[in-house]
């Protein structure tokens, strides 16, 4: 517990807040946590009474440290070994990094002059403690400790502690509910998230079953483990879906979080029958308070592309698309435009399913097919709700697309997805889809096609020369032998892939009088490219070999991403 004199600083502060009713809010605290106590800090975060960031702020002013976001900050591996897991456990502490020799520390306890002292003389380096809140500290250890051994180490417990191979599926059902298959799927999902994961799987085979992760676009296996443990780790995660675990003949969908600090994960599940078993796909959504809002300027988006782009979001009606598969960026994409647009003069409003990133300041809805909650229904009431600009987070049937195109030609602006391979295709798709061309063509101001590459680790990145030949297919041009191309070596910080984290390549086709003329006339969609390419469209190869030429990709990524057509 902080001294008294940080206590009553604390204390004075939260008095001193215009819209924080001390006497009311904070007597009823006290008396299940007492004054001035971390759980007495947590309680007014989990209750709600101040945001967490304001809080936290105020407590480290009062004992006289800065405060940091365990899991928003960055953590790298040096810092987090410098420290031994069963010491961070004990006291609360996970390293954060290194900076000219001093090791920045957050601790629940940082005033804890003592202790500072002895993590000093174990990590015979300079320490500088910063508070962090301590459930996100102990949620943080419980991320950067987990490895591909403490996984393995935990499957093994569990299929000792289990039921035998010839067990009932009965019992493997029961045998879902207990902590032993609780702590193997939190250090799933843990390790997962150290390893910046958006799926995991978990597939039977014959003999054994395995986990595979998907990171940076492209899946790596895990580990493999007993079969025995199959059927239960999957009714476990039925069971936190509230999906039936009795039905495995069918494929099955659902959702479900873990509690990550004082936040929530989100997560989904996509189970299907294989011929060995049931293979599960957990989809990894960002935590809706944790993902942090990427502007246009920091996407790295190609200003022949930015530029126009932003011109359409300044529109004051049409439907703007933004298109790519599953995982592309289209959502982080559209709130970038949405923050850029984000004024208090203009009423912005969401339809998601779900709602994976706050806005402050736009109001955000969740369909919920449940209770017959969709797109239309949702898109249909917010259009009584006097809107400038509705994001659409798919159009997914004819219904909706309907609703879209008529919401755009009465004078609102439009921000919508759609899966298609390419920008000139969304238009087309509209058609195809059931809407009248010539309530296509009027409505629809530009469709901006995305997709993601792994990104060159910058810890191992080298610079080679490719082949004449590879120069010679992907660029068509001679003079680019003295340009430095660069791919990544493979190190420790990458796992040995050569790439960490993604970066995105764009499409955009920007609709002209003539272009509406072809979509009215229900012309092709090599018609239309033909006309946007007139007007200086280029396709996503394009744009794609531009970031390789900038040192930021693979050409193997953008062959991997992208078709080698080329627009006539």
Same mark, same amino acid.
């Given at each position: 517990m902080p001294s008294s004199p940080a206590n009553k600083a604390f204390l004075q502060a939260l008095r001193a807040l215009p819209y924080f009713d001390f006497e009311r809010e904070a007597a009823a605290l006290a008396s299940r946590h007492g004054h001035g106590t971390l759980d007495f800090l947590e309680a007014l975060i989990t209750e709600k009474l101040l945001p967490k960031d304001e809080a936290c702020r105020l407590w480290a002013t009062a004992i006289g440290h800065a405060y940091v976001d365990v899991l928003a900050s960055v953590i790298t591996e040096e810092a987090v070994e410098k420290i031994p897991q069963a010491i961070a456990q004990k006291v609360k502490a996970i390293g954060l990094y290194l900076i000219d020799g001093t090791l920045t520390v957050a601790m629940a306890r940082p005033d804890d002059e003592e202790m500072v002292r002895r993590l000093r003389q174990i990590v015979q380096v300079p320490v500088s403690p910063v508070f962090g809140l301590p459930c996100e500290i102990e949620n943080a250890i419980a991320i950067q400790y987990s490895t591909e051994q403490t996984l393995a180490e935990i499957l093994g417990e569990a299929e000792r502690s289990g039921p035998s191979l010839g067990g009932s599926p009965e019992g493997m059902d029961a045998f879902a509910e207990s902590e032993s298959l609780v702590r193997v799927l939190d250090t799933l999902i843990h390790f997962a998230l150290r390893e910046r994961a958006t799926d995991i799987h978990v597939e039977p085979a014959e003999t054994q079953s395995r986990v595979r992760f998907r990171v940076d676009g492209n899946l790596r296996e895990v580990l493999t483990f007993s079969r025995k443990l199959h059927r239960a780790l999957i009714s476990r995660l039925k069971i936190i879906s509230d999906l039936n675990i009795a039905e495995h003949r069918f494929p099955q969908d659902g959702r479900?979080?873990?509690?990550?600090?004082?936040?929530?994960?989100?997560?989904?599940?996509?189970?299907?029958?294989? *011929?060995?078993?049931?293979?599960?796909?957990?989809?990894?959504?960002?935590?809706?308070?944790?993902?942090?809002?990427?502007?246009?300027?920091?996407?790295?988006?190609?200003?022949?592309?930015?530029?126009?782009?932003?011109?359409?979001?300044?529109?004051?009606?049409?439907?703007?698309?933004?298109?790519?598969?599953?995982?592309?960026?289209?959502?982080?994409?559209?709130?970038?435009?949405?923050?850029?647009?984000?004024?208090?003069?203009?009423?912005?409003?969401? *339809?998601?399913?779900?709602?994976?990133?706050?806005?402050?300041?736009?109001?955000?809805?969740?369909?919920?097919?449940?209770?017959?909650?969709?797109?239309?229904?949702?898109?249909?009431?917010?259009?009584?709700?006097?809107?400038?600009?509705?994001?659409?987070?798919? *159009?997914?049937?004819?219904?909706?697309?309907?609703?879209?195109?008529?919401?755009?030609?009465?004078?609102?602006?439009?921000?919508?997805?759609?899966h298609t391979n390419t920008a000139p295709q969304a238009i087309v798709r509209l058609v195809e889809i059931g809407v009248a061309p010539y309530m296509v063509a009027p409505s629809v101001i530009g469709v901006l096609a995305q997709r993601l590459a792994a990104r060159i680790c910058e810890k191992c990145k080298e610079a080679y020369t490719p082949s004449r030949d590879v120069l010679l297919r992907y660029f068509q041009e001679e003079g680019l032998t003295d340009v430095p191309f660069y791919r990544g070596r493979g190190c420790p910080h990458c796992r040995g892939t050569g790439y960490h984290g993604r970066v995105a390549f764009h499409e955009l086709v920007l609709v002209t009088d003539e272009m509406r003329q072809l979509i009215s006339e229900g012309r092709s969609a090599q018609e239309i490219t033909r006309a946007a390419a007139r007007v200086g469209y280029r396709p996503l190869r394009y744009d794609g070999l531009k970031k390789v030429l900038l040192g930021l990709t693979t050409i193997e990524e953008i062959e991997q991403n992208t078709s080698f057509e080329w627009a006539s």
């Open positions: 479900f979080s873990l509690a990550i600090g004082t936040s929530k994960a989100h997560f989904r599940l996509s189970c299907i029958p294989s *011929i060995h078993g049931e293979k599960a796909v957990i989809r990894i959504l960002a935590s809706s308070d944790k993902r942090s809002m990427l502007t246009l300027d920091g996407m790295l988006i190609s200003q022949s592309i930015l530029q126009p782009f932003r011109r359409l979001v300044q529109n004051p009606n049409g439907i703007l698309f933004v298109t790519g598969p599953t995982g592309s960026g289209k959502t982080t994409t559209l709130y970038a435009a949405l923050h850029e647009l984000n004024d208090p003069k203009l009423n912005i409003t969401t *339809i998601e399913d779900p709602v994976e990133i706050q806005l402050g300041g736009v109001t955000q809805s969740q369909i919920n097919p449940h209770i017959d909650l969709k797109f239309p229904t949702m898109l249909r009431a917010l259009l009584r709700q006097d809107p400038d600009v509705i994001l659409i987070g798919e *159009i997914r049937d004819l219904e909706t697309a309907k609703v879209a195109t008529e919401a755009a030609l009465t004078g609102h602006l439009v921000l919508a997805t759609l």
